[in-house]
C-alpha cells in the first residue's frame, strides 16, 4: 500500500467529475486549487465536483501571497544585455524604458548592487543608480518583460503586507465552502501564519494552514514557522528564484527534516514530473528527483501544471503512484527521534511504531478526534499500514495528507462499543484485517479528547467483537 501522499492541482478548464475520478481512481489523495488562475465562482463549481468523486478527497486552496509582479498595464517590453532601464511603481514622464510594478514600496526596500529577476528568472538586472521614486538598473540578459510577470529580489528582504485582498476574499471562500486546506504562499516568519490564522479564528474554523516556503526568510525562520503552520510546502519554483540552484537539494533535505522533526506534514512540490506537460513519459532525472524526496521522507509529492493543464495528467499520478510504491520499500529505516514536546501520546506513537519494527503486526490502528495522535505516527514513517479510525470526516481529509495513514472515518455511537472494540471490529468487517492478524492499537481512556494513553498489542480476535455463529 503506497504510504507517500499525492496532491494534484485542478484548474477550472479542466474539472468535471469525471475528470476528477480518473485522478483519484490514477492515486491522487489531495485536489489543489490554485487562486492566481480562477475565480471565486469557477472555484465554487471546482469544490462541488471533487466532492462528488468522494469525501475523502482533501481540498488545499493555494493563496498568492506576498508577491511582486509587473503592472498590469506595463506593454511588452524588449531588453538588450547592457541596457540601462528603470524600475518605478508609476510610470515615468522621462524617456527610458520603464518597467512598471506592484508594490509602491518597492524602491525604497532596495539598494545599489541588488539583482532583480524577472518572469521566474528569465530576465536578470542589477541595480545600478537608486532614486527617490525610481531605481535605474542594468539589463543582464536579452528578452521580453511582460505584464503580470513575477519580480524575485534574492536576499532582499521586502516588506510586503502577507496578504493582499484577493488572499482574504479566497481564505473567506475557503471557509464559506467549509475546505481543508489553505496553503499560503511565500510565508516568511510565524507573523505571516497568524495573519491567516486570525481570520480562521474570527470564523471558528478548522481549517488548516500549510506554508509554502518560497524564500530565505522563510527558510531562515523555518522552526518558528512550524510551530504554528499545520505543515509546510517546500515550493521549489519561487525558492529555486531565491537561492541558487546549488543550494535547493540541501535545502530541500533540510525543511523535510524540520517538519518531521516538528511532526507536522510536508509536500514537496514544483516541476516535479514538468515533461509529462507535453510528454507522456517523463525523464530519468525527474523520476530520481520524486524518488529522492521520498526517500527524503516527505509526506507528499506534489503535480502542478502537469495535471492543471498538461497533456497527460492521469499518466503524470500513476507515474507519481508507481515510482512511491517502487521505492517505499527500499527506504532506510531512520533513527526513531524523542518526541519534540513532553506529550505523552507523541511518547506513545514513538513506542507503538519502535514495537512493530519488532514485532511486525499486520496493522497499527488509533482512532481519533483531532488527528492528533494519526500524525505522531505518521512523524515516524512506519513500514506498516497505519489505520486512523476518524471520529470526523473533516479528520479523514486532513489524515489525507500524513505519510503512510489510511484514514477510515469512524462513527461514534455512545454506550454501544467500546471505542477500541468498534475501531478493530470495523476493520475486521470491512475485511481490511483478518481475525489471526496481529494488531498494535493506540488508544486512550480518558474521553475523546483527551489523547491517546495505552498501547494494546494483541491478535485482532482478542480486541473486536467477535461475529455471532449460526
Not at 506593454?75 to 541596457?83: F, I, Q, W, Y
Not at 515550493?235 to 516538528?262: C, K
Not at 492521469?314 to 533513527?335: G, Q, Y
Request: net charge negative.
Amino acid at each position: 500500500m503506497r504510504q507517500t501522499k499525492i496532491v494534484a492541482t485542478i484548474s477550472d478548464l479542466r474539472c468535471d467529475v469525471e475528470f476528477v475520478r480518473s485522478l483519484h481512481q490514477a492515486g491522487m489523495n489531495v485536489a489543489r486549487m490554485n487562486t492566481a488562475h480562477i475565480s471565486t465562482e469557477t472555484g465554487k463549481m471546482m469544490v462541488d465536483n471533487i466532492r462528488k468523486v468522494s469525501e475523502k478527497i482533501a481540498i488545499i486552496v493555494d493563496t498568492k501571497g506576498p508577491e511582486i509582479r509587473t503592472c498590469s498595464v506595463q506593454n511588452e517590453l524588449a531588453v538588450s544585455e547592457g541596457e540601462d532601464i528603470a524600475f518605478s511603481f508609476s510610470p515615468l514622464t522621462f524617456d527610458m524604458k520603464n518597467v512598471c510594478v506592484s508594490y509602491e514600496g518597492f524602491v525604497e526596500n532596495l539598494e545599489v548592487g541588488n539583482k532583480i529577476l524577472i518572469d521566474d528568472g528569465d530576465i536578470a538586472v542589477t541595480v545600478k543608480e537608486k532614486h527617490d521614486d525610481y531605481l535605474v538598473c542594468r539589463v543582464e540578459n536579452d528578452g521580453t518583460i511582460k505584464k503580470k510577470k513575477s519580480i524575485n529580489v534574492p536576499g532582499v528582504e521586502i516588506k510586503l503586507p502577507s496578504l493582499s485582498d484577493r488572499d482574504v476574499e479566497f481564505i473567506h471562500f475557503a471557509i464559506e465552502n467549509d475546505l481543508d486546506f489553505i496553503a499560503h504562499s511565500f510565508v516568511r516568519n510565524k507573523e505571516d501564519v497568524l495573519e491567516v490564522q486570525k481570520i480562521l479564528d474570527e470564523h471558528n474554523s478548522k481549517i488548516k494552514i500549510i506554508a509554502k516556503i518560497e524564500n530565505l526568510e522563510g527558510v531562515e525562520n523555518i522552526d518558528e514557522i512550524l510551530e504554528y503552520a499545520y505543515g509546510i510546502m517546500v515550493a521549489r519554483g519561487d525558492l529555486g528564484i531565491e537561492l541558487p540552484e546549488e543550494s535547493i537539494p540541501p535545502v530541500q533535505r533540510n525543511l523535510v527534516r524540520r517538519a518531521i522533526f516538528h511532526q507536522k506534514p510536508v509536500i514537496v512540490a514544483t516541476q516535479m514530473l514538468h515533461t509529462m506537460i507535453e510528454h507522456p513519459r517523463p525523464t530519468r532525472a525527474e523520476v530520481s528527483d520524486v524518488a529522492s524526496a521520498i526517500y527524503m521522507g516527505t509526506d507528499a509529492i506534489m503535480l502542478s501544471g502537469e495535471t492543471a493543464y498538461g497533456k497527460y495528467p492521469v499518466e503524470a499520478v500513476k507515474v507519481m503512484h508507481n515510482i512511491a510504491s517502487k521505492v517505499e520499500p527500499d527506504r532506510d529505516r531512520r533513527e526513531l527521534m524523542t518526541p519534540l514536546k513532553n506529550d505523552i501520546p507523541a511518547y506513545l506513537a514513538q513506542s507503538a511504531i519502535r514495537a512493530a519494527r519488532e514485532l511486525k503486526p499486520d496493522a497499527i490502528v488509533t482512532s481519533t478526534t483531532t488527528g492528533k495522535t494519526g500524525r505522531y505516527l505518521a512523524a515516524y514513517r512506519s513500514f506498516f499500514p497505519v489505520y486512523v479510525m476518524c471520529h470526523s470526516r473533516r479528520v479523514v481529509r486532513e489524515m489525507a495528507l500524513s505519510f503512510g495513514i489510511h484514514p477510515i472515518y469512524l462513527e461514534i455511537k455512545k454506550n454501544k462499543m467500546k471505542i477500541q472494540k468498534a475501531a478493530i471490529t470495523s476493520l475486521v468487517e470491512k475485511g481490511v484485517i483478518e481475525l489471526d492478524d496481529l494488531v498494535i492499537y493506540v488508544g486512550g481512556r480518558f474521553g475523546e479528547d483527551a489523547g491517546a494513553s495505552f498501547i494494546e498489542i494483541s491478535s485482532a480476535d482478542r480486541l473486536c467483537v467477535k461475529p455471532k455463529e449460526n
